[in-house]
């Protein structure tokens, strides 16, 4: 955690001892009264914190607010073939530290229905994942995430400039030959652990969507999913 998130602006904060953030604070920072930490609200403006008390694991801090910046997300959004939750874990801290902009999972035809009764989709551990990704990368604007039926949906509900999809059985050429730039808005799809049915393809091709590989080797979703995203912000990064 690179920066503690907020859900509000607020000039004092109080954490007690039983907030995980405290026992951040305490544990691993080792914070004592007049140190400075980094904060930020989600979707607003970064800050500095000054601890002005800290007693029995409890802190209180004071808060200076930074101007509201623009988004520090990129203009990329995934969508990724539900997997198991152990993996949908991964994408969603990893790909938030990253910096796309919005998740879209869906039901694959070669996938598992009953990952969509997991708790990381029952409860609120998805935002949770979200957020510790976005903390990470010592930003503040928070992806948005939705959970659709099936890749119709999900490529009904996502229309880029460019469309990628990964493919390790039918793409002919590499990602690394992919023109891209930073004035383009990217979707990048992954389908799950057991690939594209022939039904996918076709409906990936009938969106406009380019197929590419990474390599002949098979990756795990959440490794060609960090590889694609690196590949695909490199140009915003000067």
């Not at 939750?85 to 990893?94: A, E, G, S, W």
């Not at 091709?205 to 990474?214: G, M, S």
Request: aromatic share 8%; hydrophobic share 40%.
């Amino acid at each position: 955690m690179n920066l503690l998130l907020l859900d509000q602006q607020v000039s004092f904060l109080h954490l007690d001892k039983t907030d995980p953030r405290s026992r951040h604070l305490e544990r691993v920072l080792k914070v004592k009264p007049g140190d400075c930490i980094d904060l930020a609200v989600q979707n607003g403006p970064k800050g500095k914190g000054r601890v002005t008390d800290a007693k029995n694991g409890s802190f209180t801090l004071e808060i200076e607010w930074l101007p509201l910046h623009a988004p520090d997300f990129y203009p990329i959004s995934l969508v990724v073939g539900l997997a198991r939750p152990q993996t949908c874990r991964k994408v969603l801290d990893q790909a938030a530290s990253l910096g796309v902009r919005s998740f879209t999972f869906f039901g694959a035809d070669k996938g598992e229905i009953s990952y969509r009764q997991s708790n990381l989709w029952r409860g609120d551990e998805w935002k949770r994942k979200i957020q510790e990704g976005v903390a990470q990368a010592f930003a503040s604007s928070i992806p948005t995430c939705s959970l659709l039926t099936n890749l119709d949906e999900a490529l009904e509900k996502e229309k880029p400039a460019f469309g990628i999809a990964l493919d390790n059985y039918e793409a002919s050429q590499p990602l690394s030959v992919a023109k891209r730039e930073e004035e383009k808005e990217y979707v990048l799809c992954v389908g799950p652990e057991r690939g594209w049915s022939d039904r996918e393809r076709k409906l990936l091709r009938k969106y406009q969507y380019e197929l590419f590989h990474l390599g002949p080797r098979v990756l795990r979703v959440e490794t060609a999913v960090v590889a694609a995203l690196g590949m695909i912000t490199e140009p915003f990064w000067g």
